[in-house]
Antibody, heavy 129, light 109 residues
Framework: EVQLLESGGGLVQPGGSLRLSCAASGFTFSSSAMSWVRQAPGKGLEWVSGISVGGGGTYYADSVKGRFTISRDTSKNTLYLQLNSLRAGDTALYYC??????????????????????WGQGTLVTVSS | QSALTQPASVSGSPGQSITISCTGTSTDVGSYDLVSWYQQHPGKAPKLLIFDVTKRPSAVSNRFSGSKSGSTASLTISRLQAEDEADYYCCSYAGTRAIFGGGTKVTVL
């Protein structure tokens, strides 16, 4: 069974930093692209950042580019998101999401698919003074 | 980076069919057959319903189906049930990013 367990959220002041972690189990972590998706209170889903299977490709929403950094440690089966220069607008529940695996010829040339077949329960980040 | 456009709400009676649209552009929905749909119940994590525009994970009911025409994707829920009342989101791959729709609240009357 795939499990994704996020941690690291909390209350931080504007301008502060946090590092979120996502411990993965139940699948071959090194063979899956991963993403972070956030949801502000009462709002919709917003894709934040993604990382390709090998980690060579990292992708960011314009709203966080230059402030957030995604990374992965395959030896620990863990995905990370470093959040710097936090703003009130970054307040949200942050989900870790596993990209679905490519199982057909139609997707073999993509290093990530932006389609999420497993999600964690989220970790809450609150940016407030 | 604008969100994909979905209707804010759709409603239907039990047993009916409803369709949720998801409109993007030629750089996202119109360019790739990598549209996915998610169901989210209150307080829960999203659940994948449809991937690759039309495909369904094995555990998802065949009452859910997807399609695409040009830059607009659609999710149809057939034989509507009370348990289908939830928020629904589309998402499109767009090369170096993924874009979600604003979400549609489905109400079962």
């Amino acid at each position: 069974e795939v499990q994704l367990l996020e941690s690291g959220g909390g209350l931080v002041q504007p301008g502060g930093s946090l590092r979120l972690s996502c411990a993965a189990s139940g699948f071959t972590f090194s063979s899956s692209a991963m993403s972070w998706v956030r949801q502000a209170p009462g709002k919709g889903l917003e894709w934040v950042s993604g990382i390709s299977v090998g980690g060579g490709g990292t992708y960011y929403a314009d709203s966080v580019k230059g402030r957030f950094t995604i990374s992965r440690d395959t030896s620990k089966n863990t995905l990370y998101l470093q959040l710097n220069s936090l703003r009130a607008g970054d307040t949200a529940l942050y989900y870790c999401a596993k990209d679905r695996d490519c199982t057909s010829a139609s997707c073999q040339y993509f290093d990530w698919l932006g389609q999420f077949d497993n999600w964690g329960q989220g970790t809450l980040v609150t940016v407030s003074s | 980076q604008s969100a994909l456009t979905q209707p804010a709400s759709v409603s239907g009676s039990p047993g009916q069919s409803i369709t949720i649209s998801c409109t993007g552009t030629s750089t996202d929905v119109g360019s790739y057959d990598l549209v996915s749909w998610y169901q989210q119940h209150p307080g829960k994590a999203p659940k994948l319903l449809i991937f690759d525009v039309t495909k369904r994970p094995s555990a998802v009911s065949n009452r859910f189906s997807g399609s695409k025409s040009g830059s607009t994707a659609s999710l149809t829920i057939s034989r509507l049930q009370a348990e289908d009342e939830a928020d629904y989101y589309c998402c499109s791959y767009a090369g170096t990013r993924a874009i979600f729709g604003g979400g549609t609240k489905v109400t079962v009357l």
